[in-house]
C-alpha cells in the first residue's frame, strides 16, 4: 500500500480504541522482572559462555604487543579474540569508528580483545591477565581548537543555507543580538548496557540483542562480519533504553559472534558500564553563534545561525541549526553548520539529534532578544511564527501547525502572568524565582514500514512485525491499530517485535517509529480484511468491521468463521510528503527557583503543550514526553562529558561521575496534548513526540534560570561553579 495523498476521512477519525489512553501492554512484564531482556535471555541457546571486552587505553596510535599466554592459560577460559591475532572486521554505513579495528587504534577504549570463559568472573580475571604495549600516536581532542578550521558538513543538510543579504539586514535592524553558546559531549547512558548473546550453526549466525533497528542491524552486521545478511536473524523484543545509542550495531554484537565462533560455543557480553561512555556512540558538542536582529516592534528581519562539532570522520557531526529554518520568519538568513575532524570516540544520533542543543542556543538567544526590545519573550515568538510556507522555501508548504496555540494555551495553563520581567526581582526566603519559556520544533519522518497479521479460528489477531519497543509502548499502540482495524477487543491482539524473521518495519528512532510502524500494521489488517471477505464471501474494503464480526448490507459474518488465515502489508510514502515540511511543535515551560546562598538549583516545575497530530495512546505519549522533559533538565543543569584533552577520552565515564537526572528532581510535570491531525504524515494522521520532548525545555529552565537570578550562563550546564559569585548579594 501507497500513501500517495493526504488522507481523507477514514475508520480512525470515529476510533474507540486508538486514541485511548491504554495501559501498556508489556507493563505486567517489566514491573515483575519476566520481560526477557538481551542478558538474560538464558533459555534460547544452551551452553552459554561469557564474554569480556577489553578496550584501548590509548586513544590513538597502534598495538605493539599484546600478551596473551597468561590470560589464556587462566581458570574456565575457553577463547580469546585479540586484535593483533584477527584481521580488522568490515564497515557499514551505519557505523563511523571501527568496532574491532586491528592493531590501529581510532578512539580510547576501542574494542581490541573478547576473552570468552565458563563464567563471568573468569572471563573478567582472565581479561585482567592481558598486558598491552602501544605506540602512541597525537590526535585532535579540543573542538574549541580545532573548530576554526572545520570545513561546512558534507552529508547533512543544510550544511549552509543563504537567503537575501543578511550582513545588510543586520547591520541595519534596530534591535541586535550577537551571542555565542557551547553544549557539551553528552552519553546516553540507558540503563540496560550494550549486551548481545551469539550462536553460530554452521553459517548462520543468531543474534539475541539490545538494538532499536533490527533490519540495519541484520544489513550492517553482514558487512561487518563479511557474510550474507540473509544468513544472520538479530532478535530484540525487549530494550532497556536506547535514545539513539542503540540504533546502530556496537562492539558487543561483533565481538559476541567472534567470540562465539572461536570458542564454539554461544557466547553472551554484557558491556562493562565504563566502557560504555568511549567504546559507544555520544552527542557531539558544539560551539554556536546567533545573530539575530529585528525591528522595534520585534518583527525579525535578519537570522545566522553558524554551528560548529566535530567527529572522527571529520563528518556526520551535530547539526545544530537544524531547527532554525523552520521555527521563524526572516526575510534575510544564514544556517552554516561546519564539523572538525576529532580523535573522538564518535559521535552519532542521541535523542532529537541536532535540535536538542540547537534549542538551547537558538531558544535562548530569543529570550535575549526579547529583553533588548523590551517584550515579553512568548510575545516574540509568536510575531515571528511561520506559518503556510517554509520561510525561504515558497514551494515547500507546512503541513499542519500550531505552535501559536500551543504557546497561547501553555500562557494560560502555566500562569505566565505572573512572571516579573525583571530578572532576580522574585525571592521567597532564600530562594530566587524565575519562569522561562521555549518553543520546540521536531521534524516528523516516515519510513516504509512492513507487518504480517494473522487470524485464527477463535477470533484472535496476531501481529508480527521487526519493529521494536525501546519503552516507548510499541506494544500497545500497534495492538491498539490492529484492534480498530480489525473490530477486535484489545485483549484479542497479540503482538510480537524485534525478530528480523517478520516483515522489516521502521524500527524505533528520529520521532518516525509510531507513525510508520501503524501504519504498517494498518496495511497489513487491510489485506486481512480483503482476505477474511473473499473467504466468507462479502468485500473487505466496504464491509464495517466491530465487535468480532464483519457487516455488510443487512449481512454480518464472524471473523472467526474465516478460520486462520495470514497478509502481510507494507505502507510505503509518496513522493508528495516531499512538498510538506511535516513537524511537530511545542511550548515549554519551566519554573526554577536558585539558592541565593548556595546557588543550587531546583526545578519547581514543568509544562509542554505539544502538536504532534492524532494521539495514539496519550497515556505512553506523556511518558514520553516527560521523559524527554527530564533528559533536557539533565542537558540544561548536570549533564557534561568532561574530555581529557592530553589523552583523548571522556573522564567521567560511569554513572558516578556523569550526572544524570531523575523524576524526583522535578516534582511536577504537565503534558498537554492539542486536539490536532495531520492528514499528510499517514492514514493515522499521528506524529511523533519522543523526541518534541527534548527539543525546547532545557532552554526553557535556561531562561527560568536567567529570570530568577539575572544571570546569564551560555556554556551549558549551567553548573554552580559558572555562577557562584556573580549571584546577587545576600
Not at 515483575?32 to 552459554?48: D, F, I, L, N, S
Not at 543544510?158 to 552519553?187: C, H, I, M, W
Not at 490536532?676 to 525545555?697: F, H, Q, R
Amino acid at each position: 500500500m501507497e500513501f500517495t495523498a493526504p488522507a481523507g476521512t477514514n475508520l480512525f477519525d470515529d476510533a474507540k480504541i486508538v486514541g485511548t489512553s491504554t495501559r501498556r501492554i508489556d507493563g505486567p512484564l517489566k514491573v515483575t522482572g519476566t520481560a526477557p531482556y538481551a542478558y538474560e535471555r538464558h533459555g534460547v541457546v544452551p551452553g552459554q559462555a561469557y564474554g569480556w571486552i577489553v578496550g584501548a587505553g590509548i586513544a590513538k596510535g597502534r598495538i605493539a604487543s599484546m600478551t596473551l599466554d597468561d590470560a589464556r592459560r587462566a581458570p574456565g577460559v575457553l577463547a580469546i579474540v585479540a586484535a593483533t591475532e584477527h584481521e580488522p572486521v568490515g564497515t557499514s554505513d551505519f557505523n563511523h569508528a571501527p568496532l574491532f579495528g586491528g592493531r590501529d587504534i581510532a578512539h580510547y577504549h576501542q574494542a581490541v580483545a573478547v576473552v570468552v570463559a565458563e563464567t563471568f568472573e573468569q572471563a573478567r580475571a582472565a581479561a585482567g591477565l592481558i598486558r598491552t604495549d602501544y605506540d602512541r600516536a597525537d590526535g585532535a581532542y579540543d573542538l574549541a581548537e580545532v573548530a576554526p578550521g572545520a570545513p561546512l558538513e558534507s552529508e547533512r543538510m543544510p550544511n549552509r543555507q543563504s537567503l537575501g543579504d543578511f550582513e545588510a539586514a543586520f547591520g541595519a535592524a534596530a534591535v541586535k543580538l550577537d551571542a555565542r553558546y557551547t553544549t557539551p559531549d553528552e552519553a546516553h547512558a540507558m540503563m540496560e548496557p550494550f549486551a548481545t548473546i551469539a550462536a553460530w550453526d554452521g553459517d548462520r549466525l543468531t543474534l539475541w540483542t539490545s538494538n532499536q533497528m533490527i533490519n540495519w542491524s541484520k544489513l550492517a552486521l553482514g558487512s561487518i562480519l563479511k557474510m550474507p545478511p540473509d544468513n544472520i536473524r538479530v532478535d530484540s523484543p525487549f530494550i532497556g533504553g536506547g535514545f539513539g545509542g542503540k540504533l546502530f550495531v556496537r562492539a558487543d554484537a561483533v565481538l559476541a559472534a567472534l567470540g562465539a565462533k572461536a570458542a564454539g560455543r554461544p557466547v553472551k557480553i554484557a558491556m562493562q558500564r565504563p566502557l560504555m561512555f568511549n567504546n559507544s556512540t555520544h552527542r557531539h558538542a558544539t560551539m554556536q553563534r546567533l545573530r539575530i536582529g529585528a525591528e522595534s516592534d520585534g518583527r525579525i528581519t535578519a537570522i545566522s545561525h553558524e554551528n560548529w562539532s566535530g567527529n572522527i570522520t571529520g563528518t556526520d557531526g551535530e547539526n545544530a541549526t537544524l531547527q532554525t529554518p523552520k521555527l521563524y520568519t526572516g526575510a534575510n538568513r544564514v544556517i552554516a553548520n561546519h564539523t572538525a575532524q576529532l580523535d573522538l570516540p564518535e559521535g552519532n544520533a542521541m535523542r532529537a539529534p541536532g535540535e536538542t542543543p540547537g534549542h538551547m542556543a537558538l531558544e535562548v538567544a530569543m529570550d535575549e532578544l526579547a529583553e533588548k526590545l523590551g517584550m515579553d519573550p512568548v510575545e516574540l515568538r509568536i510575531r515571528n511564527d511561520a506559518s503556510g510556507t517554509v520561510p525561504g522555501l515558497p514551494d515547500k508548504r507546512i503541513s499542519d501547525r500550531n505552535l501559536v496555540r500551543a504557546l497561547r494555551e501553555g500562557v494560560d495553563r502555566f500562569g505566565w502572568a505572573a512572571r516579573e520581567a525583571t530578572p532576580g526581582s522574585v525571592r521567597e526566603g532564600r530562594w530566587l524565582k524565575g519562569l522561562g519559556v521555549a518553543a520546540g520544533y521536531r521534524a516528523a519522518p516516515t519510513m516504509t514500514s512492513a507487518a504480517r497479521v494473522r487470524s485464527s479460528g477463535d477470533g484472535r489477531i496476531a501481529v508480527e512485525t521487526d519493529m521494536t519497543d525501546i519503552g516507548t509502548g510499541s506494544y500497545t499502540i500497534i495492538a491498539q491499530t490492529a484492534a480498530e482495524v480489525m473490530g477486535v477487543p484489545l485483549d484479542s491482539v497479540t503482538v510480537e517485535l524485534g525478530d528480523s524473521a517478520y516483515p522489516a518495519a521502521a524500527g524505533s528512532g528520529g520521532q518516525w517509529g509510531a507513525a510508520s510502524s501503524t501504519a504498517g500494521v494498518y496495511a497489513a489488517c487491510v489485506n486481512l480484511r480483503r482476505a477474511i471477505g473473499e473467504r466468507l464471501g462479502f468485500d473487505g474494503d466496504a464491509a464495517t468491521f466491530a465487535d468480532g464480526s464483519a457487516s455488510l448490507g443487512g449481512e454480518s459474518w464472524a471473523i472467526a468463521d474465516a478460520g486462520e488465515l495470514s497478509a502481510d502489508g507494507k505502507m510505503t510514502f509518496g513522493d508528495f510528503q516531499r512538498g510538506y515540511d511535516v513537524g511537530t511543535y511545542a511550548g515549554h515551560f519551566a519554573e526554577v527557583r536558585v539558592d541565593a546562598y548556595t546557588g543550587q538549583v531546583k526545578i519547581e516545575r514543568m509544562l509542554a503543550v505539544c502538536d504532534a497530530g492524532r494521539i495514539l495512546n496519550p497515556l505512553s505519549a506523556r511518558s514520553q514526553v516527560i521523559g524527554g522533559m527530564v533528559m533536557a533538565a539533565g542537558a540544561a543543569l548536570t549533564e557534561d562529558l568532561h574530555v581529557d584533552k592530553r589523552f583523548g577520552f571522556f573522564a567521567n565515564h560511569d554513572l558516578a561521575g556523569y550526572e544524570v537526572p531523575v523524576h524526583a528532581d522535578i516534582p511536577h510535570q504537565e503534558v498537554v496534548f492539542l486536539d490536532t491531525l495531520d492528514p499528510v504524515i499517514s492514514p493515522m494522521k499521528a506524529k511523533g513526540v519522543g523526541e518534541l520532548g527534548i527539543c525546547g525545555p532545557g532552554a526553557a529552565i535556561a531562561n527560568a534560570f536567567y529570570n530568577a537570578t539575572g544571570i546569564r550562563v551560555r556554556d551549558y550546564p549551567i553548573t554552580v561553579d559558572k555562577y557562584l559569585d556573580r549571584l546577587p548579594a545576600v
